[in-house]
Nanobody, 124 residues
Framework: VQLQASGGGLVQAGGSLRLSCAAS????????VGWFRQAPGKERVFVAA????????YYEDSVTGRFTISRDNAKNTQSLQMNSLEAEDTAVYYC??????????????????WGQGTLVTVSS
């Protein structure tokens, strides 16, 4: 199973980026998908997730209203649209796949499969 994240890069504050994650060896259908990020010197933290049914989305407070997570089960991909980026959003972003219960959504331990990460750098 491999998750390949892409779309990271350097952007000015206030700009936008769209991260994508493609899976091989695994079908997204029936699994929750999401994103975590890890800033330099900090712990890996939850960013966003969408349940396997697509009916519910979850966001970390600081990205609510700026980031949008989506999934396309037919293409086996998920995306994170990031708008109004801030310097504090600078981090390595990881896509994740899992089948955990809702209470585990916000913890790295609640996700069984991780991508390699893509670096997002926001200049102020």
């Amino acid at each position: 199973v491999q998750l390949q994240a892409s779309g990271g890069g350097l952007v000015q504050a206030g700009g936008s980026l769209r991260l994508s994650c493609a899976a091989s060896g695994l079908s997204f259908r029936g699994y929750n998908v999401g994103w975590f990020r890890q800033a330099p010197g900090k712990e890996r933290v939850f960013v966003a997730a969408v349940r396997w049914s697509g009916s519910r989305t979850y966001y970390e407070d600081s990205v609510t209203g700026r980031f949008t997570i989506s999934r396309d089960n037919a293409k086996n991909t998920q995306s994170l649209q990031m708008n109004s980026l801030e310097a504090e959003d600078t981090a390595v972003y990881y896509c994740v796949v899992g089948s955990g219960v809702l209470s585990s959504t916000y913890s790295p331990n609640g996700w069984g499969c991780w991508g390699q990460g893509t670096l997002v750098t926001v200049s102020s």
